[in-house]
């Protein structure tokens, strides 16, 4: 079977007055039918503007300046404006961050899931609404007839997020992408919007890219891992390769970022067995750099790595393959 998605050479830049932003530097990734994709780093590595720069929303001053995306064996990037039209919404949908921002205010919500079919679809009104009242109950959502009267105003963010991902399903396209669909949700509805789109790939059979920060949902939610570091993709491998054999520096530190906290039972009482040394957080030393001052003269993590070599101040590393389904980019794994 083919690849759904194949992007080479990415390159996405913003032209500002203090300089060039290099949001996106060659990215390289493959998506296969029916996987979950997890795209994970830091703020500002570029994750989101890898998401944006799928279905070509980056506006003035960002650019798309090279490379190619092919979706079903197609470049996006050759097609006009008016055909990008038809497949945005359709073939690729996106869950943005905040629904709030990208639901109208005006619009009671059943219309704004209607509007979706009415554009792609050969629809009534009657049927288009009538579609968007099973797409809310497909959600989860109670009383889904009368919730599509209602104003995004009067919907809490949980049921709110629930009708952004209606709107994006409507159309049942071949690829999602969900960029940090739960940040702004609390910890029990959180989870209902994760199972919900683990629930969207077994019904529909949808690709999925995650976009996140969240290692913790990556490892509940997906087949593949992209690790992203200032615009790039530094390492890539199957979910269990990346939680218990990852190569590439960055990875290892964020990994180790994460609190460990396990417990022994003793007389009945209940205390941590993590000694203090392992209680304490690792972090990852130093900042993300400056994109609009990048030196490309070395590895972009060489200011930050622990493990940094020579030959990584004064060359930027290529790929290298540990396996078919397991790459990095970095001199230390020869």
Known sequence: MPPLLEVSNLHTYFFLRQ??????????????PKKIVGIVGESGSGKSTFGFSLIRLIRNPGRIVKGEI????????????????????????????????????????????????????????????????EMLR????????????????????????????ATALCCEPDLLIADEPTTALDVTIQAQILALIKKIRELHRTSIILITHDLGIVARMCDFVAIMYAGRIVEYADVHTIFNNPKHPYTIGLLNSIPKISFKQEGGEISSNVSPKQRRLQTISGQPPDLSKLDESQCSFFPRCSQAVKECGFNEPVVKHISSEHWIRCFLEK
Not at 122 to 128: I, P, T, V
Not at 140 to 162: D, W
């Open 19 to 32: 300089g060039i932003v290099k949001a996106i530097s060659g990215v390289d990734i493959v998506i296969e």
């Open 70 to 133: 092919k979706f079903l064996g197609e470049n996006l990037l050759r097609k006009t404006e008016k055909e990008m039209e038809t497949i945005r919404g359709n073939k690729i949908s996106m869950i943005f961050q905040d629904p709030v921002t990208y639901l109208n205010p005006s619009c009671k919500v059943g219309y704004q899931i209607s509007e979706s079919i009415l554009l792609h679809k050969k629809a009534h009104r009657k049927e288009a609404l009538a579609q968007s009242i």
């Open 138 to 165: 497909e959600m989860g959502i109670p009383s889904p007839s009368e919730r599509a009267m209602n104003y995004p105003h009067q919907l809490s963010g949980g049921m709110c997020q629930r009708v952004l991902i």
